[in-house]
């Protein structure tokens, strides 16, 4: 894990406090989730740039507030999938913010503070009077409370770096399924083909060699995502197919943030309609009661609530299931649901490696299947 701290140059204070916690955190390697800590700094908006351009930053933490330059760096960072960490060191407090408030904080909150702070990833404050501003203010509900070893003696320089360790760590567990490159996707599934067939004869030379290279933080991460989006079945079900065993990970017991619980979306919405059960009919045949599955998955879609864990579920249903193949096109038609299904193939393979032979209609890939996926891989988005 590699930070990078930005703060104002003539801030004496602040760059103090980043030595200082820089200096405790660099023997705690082993209480990273990658077993990794780096710190890096920087005070001019060119250095910091180049920090991320050039070498993997994987959190940009914005030491105080009100720099016109702080827009800039952000968004450098979100180009580079660099999460962001905001300490205000109290300057967002009522009494500086009103201080010369029409002229000078008011049209920086307008043009990015307030920007900054709503799309951190964590609020760090110092202490509770500054998490009680930072409440008040209503800009961001994920607010850590790690008080500063030099002004007071109610914690150690350790103890600080721990906590804000810990705090780096629920950033970089919240929403991995976006830390995850390409490979590594392709690998997450390979491993629901795996889980969902559980029979290795099914997976392809490829497939297994993409399982076979990832490493540890990402099978960290893989590992994470499935439970939050409750796959993990499925996922320990491929580990059991493959011979792999990774049950050092307990998902259950690392921290991170989550979407809102009345978030209309998703495992996290109070009325998603479940997914009806896929029954034969008296000729053993499953097209009707598939129909009214895939019709209630268009509704989920619909409402911007279709989830991985509805994607999974199809992928054991399609792989089990036997239709009257015209009876069943004739009736997706009628229904309309004839291209939504097309898109759904697609997912189907995208995300599960579905095999067209196991495919209702030929996949498609366009403006629908596009923003289905983006709808799967944001559900556990918290910004």
Partial sequence: ??????????????????????????????????????????????DALKLIKNSHVDILHFHGCWRDSDLILERKAKQNNVRIVVSPHGQLEPWIIKQDYW???????????????????????????????MKRLDWNPRIEVVKNSMITDTITEKEMAIKMLNTYNKVMD??????????????FAA?????????????????KASISSLSPLAWRRIKIYAYHTSIADTILDAEDTIGY????????????YLPKADKPKGLFSKDVKPLPAVIADDKGYHTDSLCK???????????????????????????????????LVEEMKLKGLDKFVMSLMQIMSDYTCMEEGFMLTPPKDNARTRKLASMIDNELQII
């Fill in 191 to 207: 491993l629901i083909k795996a889980g969902v067939t559980r029979e290795e004869k099914w997976l392809t030379d490829d497939e």
């Fill in 103 to 133: 002229k000078n904080h008011l049209p920086r909150i307008i043009a990015y503070q307030k920007k900054i702070l709503r799309d951190a990833f964590s609020i760090v404050v110092m202490g509770k009077m500054e998490e009680t501003c």
């Fill in 245 to 256: 065993n990774h049950t050092d990970i307990k998902p259950d017991a690392i921290p991170c």
């Fill in 1 to 46: 894990m590699r930070i990078l701290h930005y703060y104002t140059a003539s801030d004496k204070m602040s760059k103090d406090y980043i030595d200082i916690l820089s200096g405790a955190m660099t023997p705690l390697n082993y209480l990273s989730g990658d077993n990794s800590i780096e710190n890096v700094s920087a005070s001019s908006l060119h």
């Fill in 293 to 327: 599955f895939i019709n209630v998955l268009q509704k989920h879609a619909a409402n911007g609530q279709l989830v991985l864990k509805d994607i999974v579920e199809t992928a054991y249903q399609m792989r089990r299931v036997l239709v009257d193949e015209t009876a």
């Fill in 174 to 187: 919240s929403h991995t399924f976006a830390l995850l490159n390409d490979e590594e996707r392709i690998a």
